[in-house]
C-alpha cells in the first residue's frame, strides 16, 4: 500500500465537507466501492452510498474531506456514533470516536493519507478526552485488516451477523500514530488555522 514517488500538491488542505463536496465525495466512495466488489469484498454498495446516507454527515458537520489541489483526494467521517450491534456497554462506547466511511482516491492510493486521515483522527480523539479510535470493516477483508493491524490497531473481535458484512473491530489509542513518514497537512477543522504535520 506505500508508493515510493509521492504525487501531492505543495499543501493538502483537511476540513469539513460542504453541500458543495457531496457530488464528489459520492463519485470517491463509489469508486472505492466498485475498487472493492471488484477484489471480491462485499463492504460497500457496488454503487456506492445514495446521497440520502451521506448529506446527514455533511449536516452534522463530522465529515471531512481531504483536498489536494482541486481534487477531493481522501474522505472521512468521524463521530462519537458507536454501532451497537457491534459495540457493547462493555466496551464504554462513549469512551472512543468512530471512523466512518474512510476512502482515498484511487489517484492518491499509495501516498499516506489513509495513514494521515487516520493519525489526525487519533489526535481529535486525544484532544477531546477520548481514550480510543475505533472502527469496523469487512469480515472477509483480510487485506484491510492486514492494513489496521500494520497502523497499531488492535483487533478486538470479530462479530459475525449475518445481514452485515462489516463486523472486524479494530481501535487504537487516542493520539497513537501508525508510523507513516509525516505528510504535510493544513487542518481548518482546528480551531487556529495553523500548518500542521499529521
Known amino acids: 500500500m506505500r508508493s515510493d514517488t509521492l504525487n501531492l500538491s505543495a499543501e493538502l488542505v483537511l476540513r469539513r465537507a460542504g453541500g458543495s463536496d457531496l457530488p464528489d465525495v459520492l463519485t470517491l466512495l463509489a469508486e472505492a466501492a466498485r475498487w472493492l466488489n471488484g477484489l471480491g469484498v462485499r463492504q460497500w454498495p457496488v ?3 445514495p446521497a440520502a446516507r451521506i448529506e ?31 459495540w457493547a456497554p462493555a466496551d464504554r462506547p462513549e469512551s ?18 489513509g495513514e494521515t ?24 477483508n483480510a487485506r484491510l ?33 501508525g508510523g507513516r513518514p509525516e505528510v504535510k497537512v493544513r487542518d481548518l477543522t482546528a480551531p487556529i488555522k495553523v500548518l500542521q504535520s499529521l
Not at 70 to 86: G, I, K, S, W
Not at 130 to 135: Q, S, Y
Request: charged fraction near 25%.
Open 47 to 49: 454503487g456506492g452510498f
Open 56 to 86: 446527514p454527515l455533511i449536516d452534522e458537520g463530522v465529515l471531512y474531506v481531504l483536498i489536494d489541489g482541486e481534487e477531493t483526494a481522501a474522505v472521512m467521517a468521524l463521530d462519537e456514533h458507536a454501532d451497537p450491534e457491534f
Open 96 to 113: 472512543a470516536f468512530y471512523v466512518h466511511k474512510l476512502a482515498v482516491n484511487r489517484a492518491h492510493s499509495g501516498q499516506g493519507l
Open 117 to 140: 486521515m487516520l493519525d489526525w483522527a487519533g489526535l481529535r480523539a486525544l484532544a477531546a478526552g477520548r481514550r480510543h479510535v475505533r472502527l469496523d470493516c469487512s469480515k472477509e
Open 145 to 177: 485488516q492486514g492494513y489496521y493491524l500494520g497502523q497499531r490497531f488492535r483487533h478486538v473481535r470479530t462479530v459475525d451477523l449475518p445481514h452485515r458484512a462489516s463486523g472486524a473491530l479494530f481501535e487504537r489509542p487516542a493520539g497513537l500514530r
